[in-house]
């Protein structure tokens, strides 16, 4: 949720008229809202931990996530 939540958080605020003002405009143009490549994986490895409670990330899960901490840097 919190992910679907930062995602719309610029449009939200686009509305509120934080575009208008120089600092906030500044905030919502230079900080990564939108994380969209880690609702993916993160929505399927919350599926798979409901369904197998025995269920822990691996090594190997982990290059899921390598295309978002590209985004990121």
Same mark, same amino acid.
């Given at each position: 949720? !919190?992910?679907? +939540? =930062? %995602?719309? +958080?610029? %449009? =939200?605020?686009? %509305? @509120?008229?934080? /575009?208008?003002? +120089?600092? +906030? @405009?500044?905030?919502? $143009? $230079?900080?990564? !809202?939108?994380?969209?490549?880690?609702?993916?994986?993160?929505? /399927?490895? /919350? @599926?798979?931990?409901?369904?197998? =409670?025995? $269920?822990?990330?691996?090594?190997?899960?982990?290059?899921?996530? =390598?295309? @978002?901490?590209? /985004?990121?840097?």
């Amino acid at each position: 949720m !919190f992910l679907y +939540t =930062i %995602y719309i +958080t610029p %449009y =939200i605020l686009g %509305y @509120a008229n934080w /575009y208008s003002q +120089t600092l +906030t @405009a500044e905030i919502l $143009f $230079f900080i990564p !809202f939108i994380q969209i490549l880690l609702i993916d994986q993160v929505a /399927y490895f /919350y @599926a798979k931990s409901q369904l197998n =409670i025995s $269920f822990k990330l691996s090594q190997k899960e982990y290059i899921h996530f =390598i295309p @978002a901490i590209l /985004y990121l840097i």
